[in-house]
Nanobody
Framework: QVQLVESGGGLVQAGGSLRLSCAAS????????MGWYRQAPGKQRELVAT???????NYADSVKGRFTISRDNGKNTVYLQMNSLKPEDAAVYYC???????????WGQGTQVTVSS
């Protein structure tokens, strides 16, 4: 089992920045993919960004150039630096973890990001 604990959400004005953190614990395998997804009210959960244990990243087109995902493998922690936030970025952000070879995804409890216009 893997436990994920997110922090860093909150209320910010449009154009502002927030940094989310997610600490993983439990049965962590060295080869894994961690990431961030988000879900706005009435919408499906969508990919924001992922990062492999080797450092390869993937971003949704809507956040490219504004958000940066990074990780500290020694701390089993992934970060999401969000700059130039827009009202449409408002959502519950969920941290994710899975091993490369297994499709089972683990999720954090979610952290709310609110962007005021």
């Amino acid at each position: 089992q893997v436990q994920l604990v997110e922090s860093g959400g909150g209320l910010v004005q449009a154009g502002g920045s927030l940094r989310l953190s997610c600490a993983a614990s439990g049965s962590i395998f060295s080869s894994n993919i961690m990431g961030w997804y988000r879900q706005a009210p009435g919408k499906q959960r969508e990919l924001v960004a992922t990062i492999t244990s080797g450092g390869s990243t993937n971003y949704a087109d809507s956040v490219k150039g504004r958000f940066t995902i990074s990780r500290d493998n020694g701390k089993n922690t992934v970060y999401l630096q969000m700059n130039s936030l827009k009202p449409e970025d408002a959502a519950v952000y969920y941290c994710s973890y899975r091993r490369f070879t297994i499709q089972t995804m683990y999720w954090g409890q979610g952290t709310q990001v609110t962007v005021s216009s």
